[in-house]
């Protein structure tokens, strides 16, 4: 029984370990962080992309004046919601001004949408694979438009992996706002607020 401890704690410290079912917990606790914060809703629209996010103070004595957002504008055509932990999201929307920042110095045109997830989720992707460092626990929505492909959605998670979405959702209830997307069909950005709002 002791050995079995020691044995599932080696793989449950290291983040470049797989256990033997294939896991990496550190990543999987990454997530976990994800499903506690406050949901993040992206709409890919005929004429636009729509992000809402909600903040949850779960603290009385909380100054919302000094809240920290959740919905970041990254350049003139992108901008991205974040769910998890507020630091490490803050990091991650720093490193993305950043490369959108420099391609736009080194091409003069903004960078393409995918590239720039692409670009994080390279970065995001390698602290899986060396140690001494954790998976940042911070899921991003990326809204934006480029000439290439017009409005665009993606997701990403702590692992690195991501995907182009139609409508996704992220954070708290995520799970339970994902089962809305079978029957979704893109309306247009107004059409959308008008019937919710």
């Excluded at 998976?135 to 990326?142: I, T």
Aim: charged share 20%; proline share 4%; glycine share 8%.
């Amino acid at each position: 029984m002791r050995f079995s401890s020691f044995q599932s704690r080696r793989y449950d410290s290291r983040t470049t370990i797989f256990s033997p079912e294939g896991r990496l917990y550190q990543v999987e606790y990454a997530m976990e962080a994800i499903g506690h914060a406050g949901s993040c809703l992206g709409i890919l629209a005929s004429d636009g992309v729509l992000l809402a996010a909600e903040r949850r103070n779960i603290h009385k004595l909380l100054d919302e004046v000094f809240f920290s957002e959740k919905i970041y504008k990254l350049n003139e055509d992108m901008a991205c919601s974040v769910a998890g932990i507020t630091s490490d999201a803050n990091v991650l929307t720093n490193e993305l001004r950043l490369i959108a920042q420099r391609y736009l110095l080194q091409y003069q045109e903004p960078i393409p949408c995918e590239q720039l997830v692409t670009a994080l989720c390279d970065i995001k992707q390698a602290y899986t694979q060396f140690g001494g460092k954790r998976p940042f626990g911070v899921s991003l929505l990326y809204m934006g438009w480029d000439k290439h492909y017009g409005f665009q959605l993606y997701q990403s998670d702590p692992s690195g992996n991501y995907g182009g979405w139609k409508a996704t959702c992220i954070g708290n209830n995520s799970a339970v706002n994902k089962r809305g997307r079978r029957k979704y069909s893109p309306p247009t950005a107004s059409e959308f607020l008008r019937e919710r709002y």
